[in-house]
């Protein structure tokens, strides 16, 4: 699609600028050298006063690097561009010309896989410079906040219960019910701890929005804050994470110096003082119990519940404890008021769901919808079929520990209740997607040794269960084993995901099941005997 952005008016010199993203993904696919090609453009025409923005991505990936042009009817996007092509595209666009570069893909806006969406949550990323207070404020940042030093804190856990929100990391708890429970406890020293390992694989909404809006994380947490009586806060992020780690740096610092974090925040009588921890990079560090282990220092090992961390949390004190995405929901519930949120969604999955295409798909990326669409239209009209050009057989929902659907289950909606009743869950959104080469017994396989690895050991059936689930499925699929002994390890894998499922201490035992049985159901004649036993190694 070619889009001509002539307008009557002319874009005002100061407001010329180019954004290219800054954004991981966008990096990996090569935005730095167009960044820096842009930059040296505009320092040979100084008369084009234009300015070079880092913003963060859009979302759609297979785009990047997206080069945008503000011009008097919005940003107009080219993509994906090289730096070869960047003086070309400045000097064809020049601001405020009609053009028909073979690159330009229109109003980014208008894109329909854009347009389609619903982004509360990221709805700056993509187009603030991401550690710039003043930009943040003029497109809506810190009216939460604004809005919450005018209720009491049982106002503010109202209004949280009112939005409906769950939380994002997985679990789907109530996020006001688990706010209301650290406003109840009576000590003074409580704690707000954002969970920003995100270890799921083909996850990445996290990470997006830290790179893309780090501030309305802070916005978020400052409110978690006031909501419960906390005034220290941690964001446990990621170890891989280096470029949302240097971002949320910056901004931090820059909200500091603005007012906003401190002692008396805003000249109010609050305090809120923030800081970022790295991940010591296990994925049970990502488990709540652990991460708390994990950022008093300690190894990381899933604590027994109860205590809740609601009551017993960080050095024993009352904690939050809540996914990046919770936690940056809740400046827009609080700017527009907990029942436009909750407006958005099905039965009782209220708001929007960062959605994230990855694995084999041909438009990887991240989508905000409601809850509700279907699992078919997020892997036709977004994801746009496999990347590979071949059948899609299986996507994974939810995670590494998320069940393998197969397509006669791609029509169920996105609702966490919805996925409960055919055995999957939701979790924090990720999808991964699998064309017709896919070997399911491999996958399965693949379930059983990642909760081998990366069991914090602290219980058995999770410890020992993984290790020999891996044994018991490579015993199916050997083909020197005959007919009974295949259907014995059959049996057998079924009586270990049980004592998995039911005997683990933590999700991590708890769920590896998931994978392995639905696997085992849909996709059985993957587990049929092979010539070799190395089928599924
Ligand atoms: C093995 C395991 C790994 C987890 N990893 C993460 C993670 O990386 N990020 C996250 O937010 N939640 C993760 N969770 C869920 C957290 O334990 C917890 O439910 C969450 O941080 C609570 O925040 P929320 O209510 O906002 O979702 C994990 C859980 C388990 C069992
Ligand atoms: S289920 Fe696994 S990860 Fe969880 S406590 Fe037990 S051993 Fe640790």
């Known amino acids: 699609m070619n889009h001509s952005p002539s307008d009557d008016s002319s874009m005002p010199v100061a407001s010329r600028k180019i954004f290219v993203s800054l954004d991981t993904t966008a990096r990996s696919r090569g935005s730095d050298k167009v960044a820096t090609q842009v930059e040296s453009v505009l320092n040979a025409q100084p008369e084009l006063a234009a300015t070079l923005v880092r913003n963060g991505s859009r979302g759609m990936f297979w785009l990047e690097p997206l080069l945008e042009i503000n011009t008097p009817k919005g940003r107009v996007a080219y993509g994906p561009v090289k730096a ?5 595209i400045i000097n064809l666009q020049c601001f405020d010309d009609a053009t028909e570069h073979p690159l330009c893909l229109g109003l980014t806006e208008e894109l ?84 920003a390992d995100e270890g799921d694989s083909g996850t990445f909404a996290d990470r997006m929005l830290m790179e893309g809006d780090p501030l309305v994380l802070v916005e978020g947490m400052i409110i978690a804050g006031l909501s419960v009586g906390a005034d220290q806060g941690y964001i446990y992020l990621r170890s891989e994470y280096p470029q949302a780690h240097d971002l949320l740096n910056k901004a931090i610092s820059n909200a500091k110096a603005a007012g906003y974090l401190g002692d008396n925040i805003c000249g109010t009588e609050h305090n809120f003082h923030l800081e970022v921890r790295l991940g010591a990079g296990a994925y049970i560090c990502g488990e709540e119990t652990s991460l708390l282990e994990s950022l008093e220092g300690k190894r990381g090992l899933v604590r027994a519940k109860p205590p809740l961390p609601a009551i017993e949390g960080l050095f024993g004190q009352p904690t939050v404890v809540n996914n990046v995405i919770s936690l940056a929901s809740v400046p827009y519930i609080l700017s527009h008021g907990g029942d436009s949120y909750r407006d958005f969604g099905m039965g009782r999955s209220r708001g929007t769901l960062p959605i994230q295409l990855a694995g084999n798909i041909a438009q990887g990326g991240l989508v905000e919808l409601a809850f509700g669409i279907s699992l ?13 050009k071949r059948a899609m057989r299986s ?88 007919e009974q002994q295949r259907q014995d390890s059959v049996d057998l894998l079924h009586d270990l995901c049980d004592t998995m499922e039911f005997g683990s201490l933590c999700a991590m035992g708890g769920m590896t099941p998931f994978p392995v049985r639905s696997a085992l159901k849909y996709f059985p004649d993957d587990f049929l005997p092979q010539p070799s036993t190395q089928k599924a190694q």
């Open 84 to 88: 070869e092509d960047v003086n070309d």
């Open 376 to 388: 078919n239209e997020l892997l036709q009209q977004y994801g746009n079929g496999c990347k590979s």
């Open 112 to 195: 329909p896989w854009f347009k389609s969406q619903q982004r509360l949550t990221f709805a700056r990323v993509g187009i603030i410079d991401p550690i710039d207070v003043d930009d943040y404020i003029s497109h809506g940042g810190f009216v939460g906040l604004t809005n919450a030093f005018a209720k009491t804190a049982q106002q503010l856990v109202d209004e949280v219960k009112e939005s409906g929100l769950r939380g994002r990391g997985g679990a789907a708890f109530p996020t006001g019910i688990k706010w209301q429970t650290v406003l109840n406890e009576p000590e003074q020293q409580k704690y707000i701890v954002c969970n």
């Open 395 to 482: 996507v994974q929902v939810g995670g590494p520990l998320g069940a393998y659907l197969p397509a006669e289950q791609w029509d169920t909606a996105l609702d966490y209740e919805e996925f409960a009743s055919i055995g999957a869950v939701l979790g924090h959104g990720g999808i991964v997607v699998f064309d017709d080469t896919v070997d399911m017994a491999a996958q399965a396989r693949f379930a059983m040794e990642f909760c081998e690895v990366e069991s914090c050991g602290k219980c058995t059936p999770c410890r020992i269960g993984a290790v020999r689930g891996v044994e018991v499925i490579d015993k199916i699929i050997d083909g020197n084993n005959d």
